[in-house]
């Protein structure tokens, strides 16, 4: 039976440090940490088929009763403790409604090479560069997640999935889709050619729509930033796509631009309502836990 947990009063208690005003330090990184708010991401973290462990968890006195089993599946229960609102609060420094915390640890990063299914498997991987916003990127990874994508790989530009906001913005859907950062300066191009896949860059000037022709059975879908968008020499490069709108307009945003594409690619792949294994074979291992 998991313990009750132990109720802590004093703000200044050294083990409330993690969550010591995690708004402005949420902006510069925790050594390692990130932390979940909320009941479902929460609940993700803690179950199976999330990548990484929590390292302790915060909760508001009448919020444990609903989480209690929750946490007794866990293999490993994280320490558990219990905080009233406005101790919560002065600790985090804004206030907390949801009265639910916990510090996630992120483990070791993972390559990009470790993620794709190896050829001829299909395969479905989501590369984002640049993107600067943390509702876009959460977004992104949902999409992701819902789609079925296999990874999701990150430039040097692109901000941090295991921020607060996108976690959250992702429903949880950053704690168990599995995602890469690449090294800087890596080539979109020369990575998709490395790992067999097919790249579609997207891009409102381009040509062709999504929908021209059949989806490849090994895709990695580009998306830049909005507003500048990728740059010309991956767009000279790639296989440049765009998403048809209506007449007069031009512009989507890009987490929206990557749920298009996603539902578009995955069903022509023939993976939308099937489990997350994979056709044809035994479900595949994206390796050890990390970020």
């Given at each position: 039976m998991?313990p009750?947990?132990?109720?802590?009063?004093?703000?200044?208690?050294?083990?409330?440090?993690?969550?010591t005003r995690?708004?402005?330090?949420d902006?510069?990184?925790?050594?390692?940490?990130?932390?979940?708010?909320?009941?479902?991401t929460?609940?993700?973290?803690?179950?199976?088929?999330?990548?990484f462990?929590?390292?302790?968890?915060?909760?508001?006195?009448?919020?444990?009763?609903?989480?209690?089993a929750?946490v007794?599946?866990?293999?490993?229960p994280?320490?558990i403790?219990?905080?009233?609102?406005?101790?919560?609060?002065?600790?985090?420094?804004?206030?907390?409604?949801?009265?639910?915390?916990?510090?996630?640890l992120?483990?070791p990063?993972?390559?990009?090479a470790?993620?794709?299914?190896?050829?001829?498997a299909?395969?479905?991987?989501?590369?984002l560069?640049g993107?600067t916003?943390h509702?876009?990127?959460?977004?992104a990874?949902?999409?992701a997640?819902?789609?079925?994508?296999?990874?999701?790989?990150?430039?040097?530009?692109?901000c941090?999935p295991l921020?607060?906001?996108?976690?959250?913005?992702?429903?949880?859907?950053?704690l168990?889709?599995?995602f890469?950062?690449?090294?800087?300066?890596?080539?979109?191009?020369?990575?998709a050619?490395?790992?067999?896949?097919r790249?579609?860059?997207?891009?409102?000037?381009?040509?062709e729509?999504l929908?021209?022709?059949?989806?490849?059975?090994?895709?990695l879908?580009i998306?830049g930033?909005?507003g500048?968008g990728l740059?010309?020499?991956?767009?000279?490069?790639?296989r440049?796509?765009?998403?048809?709108m209506?007449?007069?307009?031009?512009s989507?945003?890009?987490?929206t631009?990557?749920?298009?594409a996603?539902?578009?690619?995955?069903?022509g792949?023939?993976?939308?309502?099937?489990p997350?294994?994979?056709?044809?074979?035994?479900?595949?291992?994206?390796?050890?836990?990390?970020?």
């Open positions: 998991t009750a947990p132990e109720l802590l009063t004093d703000p200044d208690d050294p083990r409330l440090e993690p969550y995690v708004r402005e330090r902006l510069v990184g925790r050594a390692g940490r990130f932390i979940v708010e909320g009941e479902v929460l609940r993700l973290l803690l179950g199976r088929r999330s990548r462990r929590a390292e302790s968890i915060l909760l508001a006195p009448e919020r444990w009763p609903g989480l209690a929750d007794a599946a866990c293999p490993e994280p320490p403790y219990s905080a009233s609102k406005a101790v919560m609060s002065a600790v985090t420094g804004f206030p907390i409604h949801r009265g639910v915390l916990a510090v996630g992120r483990g990063g993972l390559d990009a470790a993620l794709v299914p190896p050829p001829p299909p395969a479905l991987v989501v590369g560069a993107l916003n509702d876009n990127v959460g977004a990874f949902r999409n997640a819902a789609f079925g994508a296999d990874a999701v790989l990150l430039d040097g530009a692109t941090d921020y607060r906001k996108s976690i959250r913005v992702s429903a949880g859907a950053a168990i889709q599995p890469a950062r690449l090294p800087d300066g890596q080539d979109w191009l020369r990575l050619e490395t790992l067999d896949l790249p579609l860059a997207f891009s409102p000037g381009a040509s729509t929908d021209a022709r059949a989806a490849p059975p090994r895709a879908l998306l930033t909005e500048p740059d010309a020499a991956t767009l000279a490069r790639a440049p796509i765009r998403i048809p209506a007449a007069g307009f031009d989507l945003n890009v987490a631009a990557a749920g298009i996603l539902y578009t690619i995955a069903r792949q023939g993976r939308l309502g099937e997350r294994a994979r056709r044809g074979g035994e479900p595949f291992d994206p390796g050890p836990a990390g970020s």
